[in-house]
């Protein structure tokens, strides 16, 4: 620390010290004073005076609902890991400790709200209906996802780390000048997923200065997991990332991502800020990915245990439960029933996964136009015709 | 009963094209369930699990622990109910995973994330209780199991030679085994050496930065016969961790061992690659050693009394359900003492500019097991009685050594004891557990002439050393510690009086 009156301008490479910067930051398990919090990890039910209105409509049915939302999906996440490491997957994306920021955004988002996922949302994407068998084509290399994201308002995964952000930027902007924001009942917005890797990417950036400039109506929502694989945040960013958004002219907000109601309420604000012309608005969920970045990755390699030993107390899951047992008498047979549900979802999960045939040879050229052109079409029938002359050979 | 299914080794990492066997964690003849762990492997990525495709009884294992086995072929056989397609039903608690790992624990029964239980294995989490690992492999070695290595007989005569085989495709600089081991070496160097069989890996580079240059290995290729490439270890390192002797993973080193590995010996040096707890090890005390301070003090005390205290107590109805050792005597004395001083039981948080003190003593034993140095944590030590702790180390040890000390156990403590005595030697000077304030290493208990009222008489002796952290722990106050200590050993009637 320099003295005030001593101060004189010092080499700027020894500047600040990292630990000037990054104080509150990674490192620190909680997410500093900043942090938007409806539900402690002891299960407890606490106010918030900007936010707590937003999820005041909340009670036991609502809270068992996000409940069985998240233990179904963390339920399919683990299955899908499973089925990874017995060859039927080629890779999968674990979400495992993101539940909570993830149901609480998509169960915050209207059906006219438009949601441009990365590839981890899976817990997004069952929010908006999506059945989680259609997310296993992605993973076992079959198709690029086979919902149809108009009728789901739920974009294809994008792969390419923060890219989305500019498909989420443009699609909101069409909203605005379609006048579909305003106070109208049809109103919408756009949601954009993203992690805390790709806040250093330059199509966040680029998104997060269109976004301004039009006064887009898109909910930027960073889940700040702590890890980009295996960098760290403190390696990423000096200030913390809801903080950004300052720089650029709009509202950032950290929210507790391991708390669904913080998650809820926040982003329902968000949403509806967008919706009424004061968009964009980034959210940052502080919350902590439990497993590795995917099924190729092995993050004892990089990061200790004993900060996962830190966020298990924290879990998302667990401190609904401890609410809804506390706080509205729920009993076991609830909590067993929820269990058989998610057990059957992951067994149908898993037939489904080892029953989904290959596709067939013509499937590269099928789907890419709505229509073939004669180029195309000539190049399908002599590929087929080729495949075929392999046929009892 | 029909042909039982097969599981074949598959790609768990986006384009790999082997795995290595580490340990079996079930049985011909084990009853397994969908998704129960059946085997760990090592890839070029990470250890990973697998987790059983099929519910039924576990016929064959048709790999050896140690064993390179090509993506694709089989590694397990699996008797199922109708012999067809199982069951999918999915069984989340696997034995093996009912300890530790309780991270995605999602309700009262806890199944939700104990399915596959990648989650919580990171880092020190990689550790689990091993399932007669030795009982397995031998189980298997005996039947059948011709086609692949069988036993550690079997394993020694195919060793030399497929480790030769493996060895070109190793120096193509492909990722065979964990980066640590990749040679720094140029493509065009790695390409030579290749030609010329020479193991990069044996070779220290003369270059800048380490790097191997093509001299070098012109050099080796002169120095040795062509086919003597010393093809070493594939097992690779089960991923390095980080620091905080509570990072490990413990599997490699046992049964790594018997096929590939054996580093073989190049020009009178062995080399072997750093990993797993060693590493944790390494990365906590170079930490600790050049961030904390270290101040060491010695004392000799007459344990006479506490031995025959210790004698006494044995032999009393109360205890007889514990070993009691002289080790929870010490133990006792830190806890009383810590009170007293609770300069000792405190750590100092640089990024935060406070120095903590904690009200309860989170007492770390110092234990030798087979994966390593480990110091697992007795909890509230200072709450426990003379029976409560010998049981806790009691337990504490039994856990260590048989390496299924759970990974929380293993963090979070304020103050350690190493217990150098059992090695026999009279005392030593400890490097501080990172983050703690200080630890006692106590020596061996032996007879040793002693003044006793100015008459040179034999008693029971025993050295103790104590290392602190001179940033929050002053002389004064450590050597108040350690002679509170070392007076409760000496006459531990005065505990009446604390």
Same mark, same amino acid.
């Given at each position: ?18 630990? $000037?910067?990054?104080?509150?930051? *990674? ?72 539940? #909570? ?5 998509? =169960? ?6 438009? +949601? ?5 949302? $899976? ?20 198709? @690029? ?9 739920? @974009?294809?995964?994008? +792969? ?44 966040? @950036? ?28 403190? =390696? ?31 982003? =329902? ?13 980034? +959210? ?8 590795? *970045? ?6 004892? =390699? ?14 998302? +899951? ?59 079409? #000539? ?7 080729? @495949? ?6 | ?453 100015? %008459? ?19 002389? %004064? ?22």
């Amino acid at each position: 620390m320099s003295r005030p009156q001593s101060w004189v301008p010092t080499d700027p490479r020894s500047a600040p010290t990292r630990e $000037h910067v990054l104080s509150g930051l *990674h490192g620190t398990d909680e997410g500093g004073a900043e942090l938007v919090q409806l539900l402690t990890p002891e299960g407890q039910r606490v106010s918030d005076d900007r936010f707590g209105s937003w999820a005041d409509d909340v009670g036991a049915e609502e809270l068992k609902g996000y409940y069985r939302d998240m233990v179904l999906v963390r339920r399919v996440d683990r299955e899908g890991n499973a089925l990874q490491r017995q060859g039927q997957l080629g890779i999968w994306v674990p979400l495992l400790g993101q539940e #909570a920021a993830q149901v609480g955004a998509g =169960r915050a988002a209207t059906p006219r709200d438009m +949601i441009f996922p990365s590839y981890r949302e $899976h817990g997004v994407a069952w929010c908006r209906g999506i059945d989680p068998t259609d997310l296993l084509g992605i993973f076992r290399g079959t198709d @690029h996802g086979s919902w149809d994201p108009i009728e789901a308002r739920f @974009h294809l995964y994008t +792969i390419v780390i923060g890219n989305q952000c500019l498909n989420a930027t443009g699609y909101a902007m069409g909203q605005k000048f379609e006048g579909k924001v305003g106070d109208g009942p049809d109103a919408e917005a756009t949601m954009c997923f993203f992690g805390d890797g790709a806040t250093s990417q330059g199509d966040v @950036h680029e998104g997060f200065v269109w976004a301004a400039a039009y006064d887009a109506p898109v909910v930027f929502y960073c889940q700040n997991n702590q890890w980009a694989i295996s960098v760290p945040l403190e =390696r990423q960013t000096r200030v913390p990332l809801f903080q950004r958004a300052r720089g650029y002219g709009f509202p950032g907000v950290r929210v507790d991502g391991n708390d669904v109601l913080a998650c809820l309420a926040v982003t =329902r604000w968000a949403l509806e800020e967008c919706r009424t012309g004061n968009g964009p608005v980034l +959210i940052e969920a502080f919350t902590y990915r439990m497993d590795a *970045h995917t099924t190729s990755d092995d993050p004892s =390699r990089y990061r200790l245990a004993d900060e996962l030993e830190l966020w298990k107390l924290k879990d998302p +899951i667990e401190r609904v439960r401890v609410n809804l047992v506390r706080e509205h008498g729920v009993g076991q047979d609830f909590f067993d029933e929820v269990q058989a549900k998610s057990d059957e979802l992951a067994a149908r999960f898993r037939a489904f996964c080892v029953a989904m045939p290959d596709p067939g040879p013509d499937r590269m050229f099928s789907e890419v136009y709505a229509e073939l052109s004669p180029q195309l079409a #000539a190049e399908k029938s002599a590929y087929l015709e080729y @495949h075929a002359s392999f046929e009892g050979a | 009963m029909s042909v039982p299914e097969i599981f074949r080794m598959p790609d768990v990492g986006e384009g790999l094209t082997e795995a290595e066997i580490v340990a079996w964690q079930v049985a011909p003849g084990d009853p397994v369930a969908v998704n129960q762990i059946l085997v760990e492997i090592e890839t070029a990525k990470a250890v990973v699990e697998l987790p059983s495709p099929f519910a039924g009884t576990v016929h064959e294992l048709l790999a050896e622990p140690g064993a390179t086995v090509q993506v694709g072929e089989p590694i397990i056989a699996i008797r199922t109910a109708e012999g067809g397609t199982p069951e999918p039903t999915p069984v989340s608690e696997s034995p093996a995973e009912s300890k530790g790992a309780l991270i995605g624990e999602a309700g009262a029964d806890g199944r939700i994330a104990t399915l596959v239980g990648y989650g919580p294995r990171q880092g020190a989490a990689r550790r689990r209780p091993r399932k007669g690992v030795p009982g397995a492999a031998a189980a298997v070695a005996e039947p059948e199991v011709a086609p692949v290595v069988a036993g550690e007989e079997a394993a020694a005569q195919v060793g030399p030679a497929a480790a030769a085989a493996t060895a070109p495709d190793l120096d193509d600089g492909r990722p065979a085994g964990p980066e640590s081991l990749v040679p720094l070496a140029k493509p065009p160097v790695r390409k030579l050496a290749k030609d010329l069989g020479v193991d990069l890996r044996a070779l220290a580079g003369s270059g800048p930065g380490g790097v191997i240059t093509r001299d070098d290995v012109r050099a080796a290729a002169s120095a040795q016969a062509a086919g003597a490439a010393g093809a070493a270890g594939a097992a690779g390192a089960a991923g390095a961790t980080g620091a905080a002797g509570a990072t490990a993973a413990p599997a490699a080193e046992p049964v790594a061992v018997p096929a590939a590995a054996a580093p073989e010996s190049v020009g009178g040096v062995r080399r072997e690659p750093i990993r797993g707890v060693r590493r944790a090890t390494a990365a906590a005390m170079v930490q600790s050693a050049f961030t904390a301070p270290h101040v060491t003090e010695f004392l000799s005390v007459d344990v006479t009394e506490t031995m025959a205290l210790r004698d006494r107590l044995r032999a009393s109805r109360r205890f007889a359900d514990v070993k009691l050792t002289p080790l929870a005597f010490v133990a006792k004395a830190v806890c009383l003492a810590a009170r007293r001083t609770p300069a000792v039981n405190a750590s100092w948080d640089e990024p935060a500019g406070e120095i903590v003190y904690y009200d309860h003593v989170q007492l770390g034993i110092a234990a030798a097991t087979p994966r390593g140095l480990l110091v697992p944590k007795i909890r509230d030590a200072d709450r426990l009685d003379l029976h409560g702790l010998a049981a806790a180390l009691g337990a504490l040890t039994e856990t260590a050594r048989a390496g299924k000390t759970a990974p929380s156990d293993l963090v979070g403590g304020t103050i350690t004891i190493t217990n150098v005595g059992v090695f026999g030697v009279d005392t030593g000077t400890p490097i501080l557990n990172p983050g703690e304030a200080a630890i006692l290493a106590v020596g061996s208990i032996k007879p040793a002439p002693w003044v006793v009222d100015g %008459e040179l008489t034999v008693r029971t002796v025993c050295q103790l050393a104590l290392s602190f952290d001179h940033r929050l722990v002053d002389g %004064e106050q450590g050597s108040r510690f350690l002679a509170d200590v070392g007076a409760l050993l000496e006459d531990p009637a005065t505990a009446m009086l604390w």
